[in-house]
């Protein structure tokens, strides 16, 4: 079964295309990564799952249910099976970041305080932030406030976590620490990660699937391995310009 | 759903279409603010559960307390100068003794609410429209969107029940304070005692005064918090947005504050 599935989506913004009549589905436990330059969509893909954004044409499932149609409580319903780190974080800043974490459970359940921060703690040490609890996000680095996101998104172990540039302006160590928490997430959670990211050497470390996005289509989608000897020359210029070679090593020229 | 998609309009091809899309814009607008604050009243019945009652302090203290300072030098001064003005022209007729009732009955009906409000939207709705503006931009409303948290519930209403709490009461005290600066102008510089002061000012001023001005202060805490919320749930355009936003949120507060003034003033007298 699929977790999400775009049935022909179109959206067009400020009279630009963004998706054009793209068509693709991810599959329950896959890892899937969309790939592609700026302003190619990928965020757009990401918003339309969970209806930040609606398709001008088509439709975007999740699982038997259509997000693009969804209204109140169902979507409501729709997106609680989601999990959102976006690029900035998004915490609330007045919050710490344990505040910020256990928000969706003060929220949504009746669970007293003490299990709340007991679940509070096993998350931040997840994500390797148990001694940062106490911490504003303006105090903390921006991998550590993409972690706490991180945190927040996974608290109430969502069917799917949708992962936006989880790498972008981070350093390369920090940005694999990322990719590993991705993964092994995937591993303890059994869940479905969709990330978005231009960062191919992450793409091709933590998919299980990738997808490239060049001017509102989808040009190639296949597995990490066929990904690198794509004969698609959107897909090759993209290899070659983060100078990654067939053989997926990195190699400057 | 607050959080909206980007819009992106064909310019327009003549000055009636430019006229009528600014007209027709004003107008959605108008009905996203009352919407917006018909969802808000609806959500008060949340006002009780600890977290809300929580925030509520919080924001009772960051709008009425940390607005304390200035709202005293203003009303005060404001009570000097309505005193000395009364004065100076009644001494002509040697009735400076009614500088007590000029004062009472203006700082009632009048000055307390509007100075009240215009302080409070200056200080206060500029404040919320740029967090929330900010919010907006760092995508922290789609966020609590998502995480199924009602933006309304968590950020409006506690807003809307602080100053619908703070802004007749602050009104009040500016009134109290303005009554107070007037009566020092009164015995320094024109020669009225305290006594007949305070005496003058009871005699004529009724309870219709002190309820129409605090039904005034009432609404206009309403007003500050709704357009400001509403402004900064429409920011876009990053940094720049979120100046924009809190500028109109000032401007457009200020403008309800005195036209909705003048009618309840007119409703009532």
Redesign the interface.
Known sequence: MNAVSFQNVSKTLGGKVILNDVSFDIKKGDVFVIVGPSGAGKSVSLKHMVRLMTPDKGNVMVGNDNVSTAAGNELTLIRRKFGYLFQGGALLAWMTIAENVALPLREHTDLDDCTIMDKVHDTLKMVGLENDTEKLPANISGGMIKRAGLARAIIESPEIILYDEPTSGLDPVTSRHIDKLIVSLRAEMNGTSIVVTHDLHSALSIGTRIAMLYHGDIVELATPEDFINSTDQEVKEFLAAQYITRRGAWERK | ?L?R??E?FPPSVNTVGRMGRTVLFSLRRTGQAVILLILAIINIRYALTK?AQREIVIQMFASGIRSLGVITVVAFFTGMILALQTGIALREFNQEVNIGTAVMVSMLREMGPFMTGLILAAAVGSSIAAQIG??TI???I??L?????DPVRFLVMPRLVAMMIMTPLLAFYTSIIGILGGGIVGITQLGVPWVKYMQNATMYAETKDLYVGLLKAFIFGIIITIVACKQGFDTTQGAVGVGLGTRQSVITSFLLILISGYFITRLFY
Do not use: C
């Open positions: 759903m959080t998609e980007p992106h977290r900010t919010m760092s995508e922290e789609a966020a969107e998502l995480m199924g948290i």
